[in-house]
């Protein structure tokens, strides 16, 4: 199984010495229509460890690629697993971004039209099907459904059996639907267990040589 991705524009950077821009999180709308609720959860543990000087610290040095229109609505084309999280835990909180992208109208569908043009948009369900309209993308992060296969490749990267590739787009995604064509045991995102051995199987295993990240049959260890 293959994502049936369009090509994709690297993100840049925030420009050293612009000033980042602090939003409410509940104000940010996402580009994508899942996230990985295992990961949700692990990261709403490490926001629960820090008081709110610490959440702001870290959030500052994790700013948020925004693309903005004429109206001032705001899409965040990452750092949606980690705002999903602390959304959850503060309503009221906020995030730290830069601007992308600035686009004069202030028609949601062109925004939507011109994120896809460029690659921005991850257009696939919890169940991984798609690619569906842009319309059907949530107005806030609360809404993303859950993709049980996004929180199993999150745990094997967590273990060191797959390799980061923060250059590739939806990597994670990538990872996901090709363990989705392959047979596992059932579980959920908050019961990753029954399906983690063979998923690390399928993960070190020559078939899946082709993906970014793979390690080979030796991948593996712990660490978060």
């Known amino acids: 199984m293959a994502l049936r991705l369009p090509p994709y524009q690297q993100l840049p950077p925030p420009r050293s010495g612009d000033p980042l821009i602090e939003l409410p999180i509940a104000s940010l709308q996402p580009t994508q229509l899942c996230v990985g609720l295992a990961e949700v959860r692990s990261r709403q543990i490490d926001f629960q460890a820090e008081n709110r ?4 610290q870290y959030l500052g040095s994790k700013p948020v690629p925004l693309v903005r229109n004429g109206a001032g609505e705001v899409w965040m084309v990452d750092r949606h697993h980690r705002l999903r999280a602390l959304l959850e835990l503060q309503p009221d909180g906020t995030a730290f971004g830069y601007v992308v992208l600035e686009l004069p109208t202030t028609e949601r569908a062109e925004v939507l039209e ?3 043009r460029r690659g921005w948009l991850y257009l696939y369900d919890g169940r ?5 309209h842009p319309a059907v993308l949530p107005r806030q992060l609360t809404g993303l459904q859950d993709d049980p296969y996004r ?3 999150w745990k094997l990267k967590k273990e060191g059996v797959i390799e980061p590739a923060p250059l590739i787009p939806f990597h994670e995604f990538r990872w996901g639907a090709w363990l989705r064509s392959r047979s596992l045991p059932p579980f959920s995102s908050l019961h990753l267990d029954p399906a ?9 295993s020559a078939a899946a040589s082709h993906l970014a990240g793979w390690r080979g049959p030796r991948a593996g260890g712990g660490g978060r």
């Not at 991984?128 to 569906?132: A, K, Q, T, V």
């Not at 983690?196 to 070190?204: D, F, H, S, V, Y």
């Open 196 to 204: 983690l051995p063979a998923a690390r199987a399928l993960a070190r």
């Open 151 to 153: 929180s199993l490749v």
């Open 53 to 56: 000087g610490e959440r702001r």
């Open 114 to 116: 011109e994120l896809a």
């Open 128 to 132: 991984g099907l798609g690619p569906l």
